[in-house]
């Protein structure tokens, strides 16, 4: 049996949908167990047993975890798109795009939430940017990772026809 053309779109929209929302839920969730995991590894290094500023890792994963949410439904669709059309749909392709694109969204959403003005960081606020950074990285590369294999991974069907 034959789709009609608009039915097919539907579908591939609704399952590039449910790709792009469990990609947000993967990223939020690495990202809150790397922070957990550099708060453990951190904590004997710090003198007050904690990590300096950031003291609840688990509650910065969890505010976090929305704009995880929010980002893989404003930022994913056009990159998927460019990385889809330029026929970048590679491991290494989704790997990079979801580094860069986490790396750099945690200081653009912390940059935002301070009202978008001249930045003012200190050496302690600089390294706990990196920190969140790097943790960001990390989850924005599982994140590229996870569409890259549920897109393209079985059953191809970002390209059934």
């Not at 990079?96 to 050496?123: N, R």
């Amino acid at each position: 049996m034959r789709l009609s053309c608009l039915t097919r779109a539907v579908t591939r929209l609704v399952y590039a949908a449910l790709i792009l929302l469990a990609a947000g839920m993967i990223g939020g969730g690495v990202m809150m167990v790397v922070l957990i995991a550099a708060e453990l590894i951190l904590a004997p290094f710090t003198l007050a047993g904690g990590f300096n500023g950031f003291g609840a890792s688990a509650l910065v994963g969890f505010v976090a975890f929305p704009f995880w949410l929010v980002g893989a439904f404003v930022v994913g669709p056009p990159l998927w798109a460019v990385l889809h059309f330029a026929r970048l749909t590679g491991r290494r392709s989704a790997v990079i795009a979801g580094v860069l694109t986490g790396s750099l969204s945690v200081p653009t959403v912390l940059w935002m939430l301070d009202g978008g003005g001249v930045p003012t960081i200190s050496l302690d606020s600089a390294a706990g940017v990196g920190l969140l950074s790097a943790a960001g990285g990390i989850a924005g590369a599982v994140a590229g990772e996870a569409v890259r294999r549920l897109a393209y991974g079985s059953g191809d069907i970002a390209h059934a026809r």
